[in-house]
């Protein structure tokens, strides 16, 4: 039996975990508790997020191709350039 898949697993392995092990997916994609959508307006381009109860925030549908994205609180949509919707 060839030792090489044992060589890449572990040639692999040593690489994630001396970059920092990054996630394979973002957490905001897995994590119930990043529910806070963030929205780019058609019109405007401008970058919107809405929170749990708000009025759009039910009809808000995160389309990731446009650049659309899921925050895990309200100042890291902030720090990222996202502004709080205002309805």
């Known amino acids: 039996m060839s030792k090489f898949p044992l060589l890449v697993f572990a040639a692999s392995l040593a690489a994630f975990t001396t970059t920092g092990g990054y996630a394979i997916a973002p957490?905001?994609?897995?994590?119930?508790?990043?529910?806070i959508k963030g929205n780019v307006s058609i019109s405007s381009?401008?970058?919107i997020f809405h929170v749990l109860g708000q009025l759009d925030y039910n009809a808000t549908?995160?389309?990731r191709q446009y650049g659309?994205?899921?925050f895990?609180?309200?100042?890291e949509a902030q720090s990222a350039g996202w502004r709080k919707a205002t309805r």
Request: charged share 45%.
């Open 27 to 35: 957490r905001e994609w897995y994590d119930p508790a990043c529910n």
């Open 45 to 47: 381009r401008e970058r």
């Open 61 to 63: 549908i995160i389309s």
């Open 68 to 70: 659309e994205r899921s």
């Open 72 to 75: 895990c609180s309200e100042d």
